[in-house]
């Protein structure tokens, strides 16, 4: 079965600082995406970054990048120079692709941020 | 463009009542998803829509949910006789609808069950 472990359920970052939230994944599929999302307090869920499975180079999307190491089925988020607006829930998801027939998204529990002035 | 929109925002209802929930994706886009988001069960997967396709139902958690996407655009979602389990933020998203492409989505609708 298809699994998403973040084991941090909270963090606090200093502000200007980098932070690493962890993400593991468990699938026996060869195709697949990982995805980040942020959620404010506002509740809504805003997409951060995106990495396939086949993708050689790590992805990056301004202060945020993603640390995949498919062996170890792992893809963290990191987010550099944290900023006080950064303070939301994080969800790392799985989107399995076979055939097209497929599409939903597999989230996991969330990590609470929490930047410090 | 405008994105995902949901109505309403917040439903309060009595335990037993039906209620319909409303999903208006981005124009264009050809999947849409139904998720759940809870305290005790976080992120689920309800429903998805894409194209013409027959929806996949595989994660609603009961004959009690249903939902529809009319013309291809439109998506409602209905639970019949509510139960205070029931009690989620229900979110709605679309996508361009290939697996590489992230999903959008809508504000959700809080959901109390009295």
């Known amino acids: 079965a298809q699994k998403i472990t973040q084991t941090q359920p909270g963090m606090f970052v200093q502000e200007k600082e980098a932070v690493t939230l962890d993400c593991t994944y468990d699938?026996?599929?060869?195709?697949?995406?990982l995805f980040w999302y942020k959620q404010p307090s506002s509740g809504e869920m805003i997409f951060l970054i995106y990495?396939?499975?086949?993708?050689?180079q790590n992805a990056t999307e301004g202060r945020y990048s993603l640390n995949f190491q498919k062996a170890r089925k792992s893809a963290n988020l990191v987010i550099s120079a944290s900023q006080l607006g950064d303070s939301a829930m994080y969800f790392c998801a799985m989107r399995l692709n076979y055939g097209g027939s497929q599409g939903n998204l597999i989230f996991g529990k969330g990590t609470k941020l929490s930047v410090k002035p | 463009g405008a994105g995902v929109s949901q109505s309403p925002s917040n439903k309060v209802t009595e335990k037993g009542k039906d209620v319909e929930l409303r999903c208006d994706p981005i124009s264009g886009h050809t999947a849409l998803y139904w998720y759940r988001q809870s305290l005790g069960q976080g992120l689920e997967f309800l429903i998805y829509f894409q194209g013409n396709s027959a929806p996949d139902k595989s994660g609603l958690p009961s004959d009690r949910f249903s939902a529809e996407r009319t013309g291809g655009s439109v998506s409602t979602l209905t639970i019949q006789r509510t139960q205070q389990e029931d009690s989620a933020v229900y979110l709605c998203?679309?996508?361009?609808?290939?697996?590489?492409?992230?999903?959008?989505f809508g504000p959700g609708t809080r959901l109390t069950v009295l």
């Open positions: 998203a679309s996508s361009l609808g290939t697996e590489y492409n992230e999903q959008f």
């Open positions: 699938t026996s599929d060869q195709s697949y995406g």
């Open positions: 990495q396939g499975s086949y993708d050689e």
